[in-house]
């Protein structure tokens, strides 16, 4: 195990490398699809939209019968959406609405804000121009294109594209299974009583709500003892049927932190100081199942809270994304301007919590240590700053939203 700092790029580097996509798909409905990770591309038997069809309500024509503002058509037919109109016979027009089919002879619809009704005739009072308000069949999605890659984790959107080209259900992988715990003889879980030097509980909520909130499906093992017996036991236990363990606290080099020589007796294990600030230690390897399946991945993060909710966003969620079958799984950053001096960097790399002000500028909040819980909710995102990298207000920083780190 190496005991000198590693760089944060390169650590994360090596998780994505190990991660081993799943291999096992299930056929699931399209509308029970949400958040899962599509297996296979999609490509359309269709074009979307099948017709060319109007953008507007108003009145087909042919351009050819429109020469002047005014010109007197007879109203041949009405075309609403979900039906098919008849030929446009010369010196007539057809009302239309948004979504109907073009009539065959017609290439332009006029806005029914620019028409005016005479009993059975219709005044055009615009000069259309050939192909005005009308969609294109085709146009949105052709014939035999690919509508959905593989590899993409579906929100509703997709899930509406495949809809419209017929997709009733949709090949998915299976969802990654998670065994979590918490190590820590100071840990209670809230509503019971809470003894002099013990704290409660809250990495075990955060972590499972950011993995069911990827889709995972998480086996929750509770706390587990400061003991190696008892942490042997527990990652015996998880391996058997997970494909990744996510445990919290226990990665230091304490004599009450029993997650490193665990899983080096019950597997192989890969431990890391990682160049980062929050979350310096975290630990990488694998666990045998006793029953000799294919065992569990293992990453152990930090106790502290901010820590642990740092490395997972920044380190366990790429892995989870790719163990997935997502292929595009790294957060993007955004440049925006600081609104606050940071004089004294770390040597490390620093992921500061902050959040986006009314005027655009980033804002700190201002106690950045491990233990505070409360900046990750005020937050709204993190500061990506180098290590070394001191931060005078109007400086461009590198700013990940929540909104890319979350799901």
Not at 19 to 35: K, R
Not at 133 to 151: F, K, M, N
Not at 220 to 236: F, H, K, M, Q
Not at 285 to 296: C, F, Q, S, Y
Request: glycine residues 12%.
């Amino acid at each position: 195990m190496n005991s000198s700092l590693r760089p944060f790029d390169d650590v994360r580097a090596a998780l994505l490398a190990a991660a081993e996509p799943l291999a096992d798909i299930e056929q699931v409905p399209t509308a029970e699809a949400l958040g899962r990770v599509l297996a296979r591309a999609q490509v359309s038997g269709l074009q979307v939209p099948p017709l060319d069809n109007s953008s507007m309500d108003g009145y087909a024509v042919s351009t050819a019968h429109v020469a002047a503002p005014g010109t007197r058509l007879r109203v041949g037919q009405r075309i609403p959406a979900g039906s098919v109109g008849h030929t446009l016979e010369p010196g007539t027009a057809a009302r239309i609405f948004t979504g109907a089919p073009i009539p065959h002879g017609a290439d332009a619809v006029v806005m029914q804000e620019l028409c005016a009704v005479e009993g059975g005739d219709v005044l055009i009072n615009h000069v259309p121009r050939v192909g005005e308000w009308v969609r294109r069949a085709g146009e949105d999605i052709a014939l035999g294109s690919t509508v959905l890659a593989a590899g993409l984790r579906l929100n509703p959107q997709m899930l509406g594209l495949a809809a419209s080209v017929g997709c009733a259900s949709l090949p998915v992988f299976r969802r990654l299974r998670v065994a979590l715990f918490s190590t820590g003889d100071e840990l209670v879980m809230p509503g019971e009583p809470l003894p002099p030097g013990a704290i409660y509980n809250s990495n075990r909520y955060v972590l499972r709500g950011l993995l069911e909130g990827l889709g995972c499906q998480v086996c929750d093992l509770g706390i587990v003892p400061d003991s190696l017996e008892a942490t042997r036991a527990a990652l015996r236990a998880a391996a058997g049927g997970n494909d990744l363990i996510v445990t919290s606290g226990g990665v230091s080099m304490g004599e009450e932190d029993h997650i490193k020589p665990a899983v080096s007796a019950e597997g192989r294990l890969d431990s890391w100081l990682v160049a980062m600030k929050p979350g310096k230690p975290v630990a990488f390897g694998r666990v045998n199942d006793p029953a000799g399946g294919p065992g569990a991945a293992f990453i152990g993060l930090p106790g502290n809270p901010v820590s642990s909710f740092v490395t997972f966003i920044l380190l366990v969620r790429p892995f989870v994304l790719r163990s997935q079958g997502v292929t595009d799984c790294l957060p993007r950053a955004l440049p925006l301007t600081a609104a606050f001096d940071w004089p004294r960097p770390d040597r490390r790399r620093e992921f500061l919590r902050a959040r986006i002000a009314e005027d655009g500028r980033v804002v700190l909040y201002p106690n950045q240590g491990p233990g505070v819980l409360t900046s990750t909710v005020w937050a709204d995102g993190v500061i990506d700053n180098p290590p070394g990298q001191a931060i005078v207000a109007g400086d461009r920083v590198s700013f990940i939203p929540y909104s890319e780190l979350l799901s």
